[in-house]
């Protein structure tokens, strides 16, 4: 089993729509989640950070599911702004540092 | 203002070459890190450094040598380059270890090709 796990896509989804991604994750010990953005050709940015309570910043909402071992990313009402790459990335910090990323999920939002 | 970046852009050699890419960031960060993400577009860390040290070190051929003069720079030599080395090289850094919440800002890239 991948240390990280991302469905590749594409998703295509029309504007407007709701979109869903998961990543599961293996080392059970895993600390800290993050979700970042990459657009083609650019460098990876934040996009959030996921908290075990789960956390939403506009039309983004995070949630991390420990018992399942995966963290999601809800996006409302696409915008074609909104297609890029979004990777997953899962942090440990016990005795030594891994930092694992996704291989990413594709979105593209069609008008 | 550049947060973190990286020299040069687009880096074309032939094999066998001997070739230095170079990172800066004026964050104020502790830790900066080199990742490769390949034509499969899978970001993979190779080293991490924190306050100069070496604290990451991936399974990574060791062609590659990082080099940190001081917090705010990391450089990576690469020797005796090969075909498989063709990539995007990203630098990032961050306040302090990864382990914890801190976002980690990545350089702009490094396309390398190796002919």
């Known amino acids: 089993r991948k240390e990280v796990e991302q469905d590749p896509g594409p998703f295509n989804v029309p504007e407007g729509a709701t979109v869903a991604f998961n990543c599961t994750y293996s080392n059970s010990a895993s600390q800290s989640f993050f979700w970042y953005r990459q657009d083609c050709r650019k460098e990876p940015k934040l996009l959030m950070s996921v908290y075990s309570s789960g956390n939403e910043d506009g039309r983004f909402t995070a949630q991390l599911n420990r018992a399942s071992q995966y963290i999601s990313l809800l996006i409302r009402d696409s915008k074609l702004s909104d297609s890029a790459t979004y990777l997953c990335v899962v942090n440990f910090s016990g005795g030594y540092q891994k930092v694992t990323f996704g291989t990413g999920t594709k979105l593209q939002v069609i008008p | 203002d550049t947060a973190v970046s990286q020299t040069p852009k687009y880096l074309v050699t032939q094999m066998g070459n001997d070739k230095s890419i170079k990172c800066e960031q004026n964050l104020g960060h502790d830790t900066m890190y080199w990742y490769k993400q390949d034509s499969k577009k899978f970001l993979k860390i190779m080293f991490s450094?924190?306050?100069?040290?070496?604290?990451i070190n991936e399974t990574v051929p060791n062609r590659f040598s990082p080099k940190s003069p001081d917090k705010a720079h990391l450089n990576l030599h690469i020797n005796s380059l090969e075909l498989g080395d063709s990539a995007v090289y990203f630098c990032?850094?961050?306040?302090?270890?990864?382990?914890?919440?801190?976002?980690?800002?990545f350089g702009p890239g490094t396309r390398l090709t190796v002919l």
């Open positions: 450094y924190n306050n100069k040290e070496l604290i």
């Open positions: 990032a850094s961050s306040q302090d270890l990864a382990g914890n919440t801190d976002t980690q800002y």
